[in-house]
């Protein structure tokens, strides 16, 4: 996953993050002006802050992973697939459990998957993406719905982490094989190419949305996901590496920063996290629209000028308690205003709180 460098907390990190500083800053609020204008000042102090606690922002989202890489340039979809399915075992869990259980018990391949089904599965769910629904197999009561079946399935044959994982490798295997007729490239392809003059946000729709189906995804780790693939090869793949930079995960982190500091409030586009955040006006519109106007080569000589990703990515780091762990429930009441008064932004940050009482 990313490769993330979080500073010792008991060493030199900047005392005004830990509310240690002698001079606290004035309660002000955001001064007047545009919110776009708002926005891009406090979004951009941030970036500018959370380069500064990595070894490099191009380590931290927009660097290949060689393996990866090798993938994508060899156009292998068994082994794009293999990636992608490892990847999606990180969700829901630190990524040091993950990689931990992935380490000890090992992962699913497409070249497994594919022997096992053959042409005439007995049960009826694995004849299709289509059909494969409402599976529920639960590895703890080694249960399904089809139970008459389950002895010679292959679903539980694998030790993935749950049966969760399980039904999602088998999902996302008839997706490729089904829908993508055996060639994710082909296919990452043509659903560019047909949303090409429809802008970035319909470009990430048009890779997300017919995947948003698979069983156990969620856009989040969609979004990242797809975003690595296209990042791989920028030399190779430039029309790739666009899209891919130009691709927003808003988490519940991002989006709770963006209520705080009074951005949605002020945008007229207050609303709860969910799918929201990726509509008009939404958390992601929000952000592409600040991308804009920061010159991400300040953070890296190697990034390009407009890198909504990176952006994003930097208020994430800012928030998680595995980065900067600044802006976040365990530092804030959410019933109240934000009281870390030596948080960089806190002069220029709306400081809502995220409950009303």
């Not at 007047?32 to 926005?39: H, V």
């Amino acid at each position: 996953m990313l490769n993330q460098t979080r500073p010792d907390l008991n060493s030199d990190y900047p005392d005004k993050l830990l509310g240690k500083s002698s001079k606290p800053a004035s309660r002000l609020g955001p001064p007047p002006g545009e919110p776009i204008g708002i926005a891009t000042n406090l979004i951009e102090a941030i970036a500018r802050e959370t380069s500064r606690w990595t070894r490099s922002g191009q380590a931290d989202v927009a660097a290949p992973d060689p393996r990866l890489r090798n993938i994508v340039r060899s156009k292998d979809t068994p082994a794009l697939f293999d990636w992608m399915i490892e990847t999606f075992n990180f969700q829901g869990i630190s990524d040091r459990v993950a990689a931990s259980y992935l380490q000890a018990h090992g992962s699913i391949t497409w070249h497994q998957i594919k022997a096992q089904i053959g042409r005439d599965p007995a049960c009826s769910l694995l004849r299709s993406y289509w059909a494969y629904e409402d599976c529920r197999y639960d590895k703890t009561r080694q249960a399904c719905s089809h139970p008459r079946y389950l002895r010679g399935c292959p679903v539980p044959s694998h030790p993935l982490r749950n049966g969760r994982l399980n039904q999602t490798a088998f999902s996302f295997f008839l997706f490729v094989r089904d829908v993508a007729g055996s060639d994710l490239f082909r296919w990452l392809d043509d659903q560019l190419a047909a949303a090409a003059d429809l802008g970035n946000s319909a470009a990430q729709e048009a890779l997300v949305g017919p995947m948003r189906h698979v069983f156990g995804v969620s856009d989040k780790v969609l979004t990242m996901t797809l975003s690595a693939v296209l990042m791989a090869d920028r030399r190779g793949r430039p029309d790739w590496f666009d899209v891919g930079s130009q691709m927003i995960v808003v988490d519940r982190l991002v989006h709770n920063l963006l209520a705080r500091a009074g951005i949605l409030a002020r945008s007229g586009a207050n609303h709860g996290y969910g799918q929201h955040c990726y509509g008009q006006a939404g958390c992601a519109d929000i952000l592409r629209r600040v991308s804009a106007k920061i010159d991400a080569r300040q953070f890296d000589a190697g990034f390009p000028a407009n890198f909504p990703r990176y952006i994003q990515h930097a208020l994430w780091h800012y928030c998680a308690a595995d980065g900067l762990n600044v802006c976040n429930g365990n530092n804030i009441d959410d019933r109240k205003s934000c009281e870390q008064i030596s948080c960089m932004v806190y002069s220029i940050c709306g400081q809502n709180a995220l409950k009303i009482k």
